[in-house]
C-alpha cells in the first residue's frame, strides 16, 4: 500500500511563494510520472504539473507555467511544487498524486493511483 503526505501548504499573500512536498512510503515509486493537481470549492480537481520518473520530462498546466516547478527526489521518494508570483487564483487544496503504471508524463486524474489527503493553500489579494 502507497501512503502519500502532503506538506508546504499556507496562507500567503499575493506575489509570494510556497514550496510543497509530497513524501511516499509503502513503495518504491522511482519507476512512475508523479503529478500535481488541485480543487478550489465547487470545482472539480485541475491538473496542475507533473514529471516523468526520472524527471527529466514535465509538463504544466498554462495556468501555472512559468510560475511554479515540479521536481522528484528518488532518493527521498519525495516530490516537490515550487510556487512562485502566486495568485488569488490559485488559491486550492493541492494533491499529489503517483501512477502505478505510467512512467512518462501524465495529466488526466484518471492515470492516477494513488493520491495524498492534500494540502491548502490560500492566496490572499
Known amino acids: 500500500q502507497v501512503q502519500l503526505v502532503e506538506s508546504g501548504g499556507g496562507l500567503v499573500q499575493a506575489g509570494g511563494s510556497l514550496r510543497l512536498s509530497c513524501a511516499a512510503s509503502?513503495?518504491?515509486?522511482?519507476?512512475?510520472?508523479m503529478g500535481w493537481f488541485r480543487q478550489a470549492p465547487g470545482k472539480e480537481r485541475e491538473f496542475v504539473a507533473t514529471?516523468?520518473?526520472?524527471?527529466?520530462?514535465?509538463s504544466y498546466a498554462d495556468a501555472v507555467k512559468g510560475r511554479f516547478t515540479i521536481s522528484r527526489d528518488n532518493a527521498k521518494n519525495t516530490m516537490y511544487l515550487q510556487m512562485n508570483s502566486l495568485k488569488p487564483e490559485d488559491t486550492a487544496v493541492y494533491y499529489c498524486?503517483?501512477?502505478?503504471?505510467?512512467?512518462?508524463?501524465?495529466?488526466?486524474?484518471?492515470?492516477?493511483?494513488?493520491w495524498g489527503q492534500g494540502t491548502q493553500v490560500t492566496v490572499s489579494s
Open positions: 498524486a503517483v501512477t502505478g503504471r505510467i512512467s512518462i508524463v501524465a495529466i488526466q486524474v484518471r492515470d492516477y493511483d494513488y
Open positions: 514529471l516523468s520518473w526520472s524527471g527529466a520530462r514535465t
Open positions: 509503502g513503495r518504491t515509486l522511482s519507476s512512475y510520472a
